[in-house]
């Protein structure tokens, strides 16, 4: 078979021939590439001389080079990263051990502040911060530690008709000074001929009145006594809802103080007992008859309140009503139980008139809300200041007015001899007069 070759089909130079066959040498099979212009490999010329033609450098010299240039600079940079790698490793390892650390200094000073209940934030709150105190102080010992403080009362009350018989009140009350100082409520001991206190241990003491207030529902009273246990007053203002509180009282029947346990419902919650409007405490700790006139202890064993309602019955529907009591900010009073200590009155600011609230049928002629003034009192800082009959006061300094709760409300906020400024509404016209206020006298209905 005929075999044709690419090279048999271009045009080359022609090849020399190739030597005969002799018997001596065999014969040599011709290469099929021997016509092909592609020198593959070529025997070095003889020209005679002992030294051999220089040899022409190998075309892959330089590839091989590259290709070692290129491995040691892999290498070089594998180490780089290597070392790179090993170094962040380092680093990174010592941040986790670092925060590590921390964090198990932290968790350590939590466990060890939970042991020792000495995480506070305002010492009440479930919301945000613990129920107990620095003083890890739990219903059980706030109990222990304030019971001795409070104290029954018992009231003969004189009838106020002829036709009517002497009756009997009672209620609880605390110790605020060690020589017989006495809080409780006034409708306690109201109109009371006589007055008997019975201390933790049984004992008995005649009482003698000292002073009240009835818009307040605040008293106090008196025992001749040495080296009571008084109560710690706290703060009413730092209560939030949900702050567990404690009450502590003597309910109907109870030979001995009790205790209750509940939660601050609401704060600020306008309640009408006396006949005049109260921000009152309110709070599911059980209060009873019997428990008016008690202290309602924070978490801390600190009084911010003064037990003195619920509401109970039913509802229209039918519908019990539970678990709604009421007890009086500390901090709303305790400047008033020491005027009734110290003078026994309550020597607040005073303005001077009679009034009461508008009809709201006024709006629709356009005449505000308030306090209308039906008589202004001769001598007092109303009469000065130049309010007149049928005034309506709109404002007390900052505080708006809308009727006479609010001015008993903002009146509340001064102190005698304040000086501020009355907004009345007269004839169409809106009057800011400068006022005085005056010191409240000591009895005014």
Known sequence: ??????????????????????????????????????????????????????????????????????????????????????????????????????????????????????????????????????????????FAENYKSVVYISATVNPSTPWESTSASSGSGFIISKDGYIVTNYHVVENAASLTVVIHDGAEYSATYVGGDSATDLAVIKVEATDLQTVKIGSSDDLIVGDQVVAIGYPVFAE?????????????????????????????????????????????GEVVGITAAKISGTTNSGASIEGIGFAIPIDDVIKKIEDLRDIGYISGAYLGVMVKDTDSSLSYYGIPAGAYVSEVTPGYCAEKAGIKAKDIIIALGKYEVEGLNDLTKALQNFEAKEETVVTVWRAGQQLELPITLDERPAETP
Not at 14 to 27: I, K, R, V, Y
Request: net charge negative; with cysteine.
């Open 256 to 300: 001995a103080p009790t205790l209750t346990v509940g939660y601050v419902s609401t704060i600020d919650r306008d309640v009408n007992t006396t006949g005049a409007l109260m921000d009152m405490i309110q709070t599911d700790a059980a209060i009873n008859p019997g428990n008016s006139g008690g202290p309602l202890f924070n978490m801390k």
């Open 1 to 142: 078979m005929e075999y044709f070759e690419e090279n048999d089909f271009l045009e080359t130079e022609e090849s020399p021939a190739a030597p005969e066959n002799t018997e001596s040498t065999p014969a040599k099979k011709a290469s099929p590439f021997a016509d092909s212009p592609y020198v593959v490999y070529e025997e070095p010329a003889s020209n005679g001389s002992a030294c051999p033609s220089p040899k022409k450098e190998k075309k892959h010299g330089n590839f091989g080079r590259a290709i070692l240039s290129g491995l040691l600079i892999l290498a070089l940079v594998a180490g780089s990263c290597g070392l790179t790698a090993v170094a962040l490793n380092g680093y990174w390892q010592a941040v986790y051990e670092e925060e590590t650390e921390r964090l198990e200094d932290v968790i350590d000073d939590l466990r060890q502040e939970i042991k020792d209940n000495s995480y506070t934030g305002n010492g009440n709150s479930i919301s945000g911060t613990p129920n107990y105190s620095e003083n890890g102080l739990t219903p059980a010992k706030i």
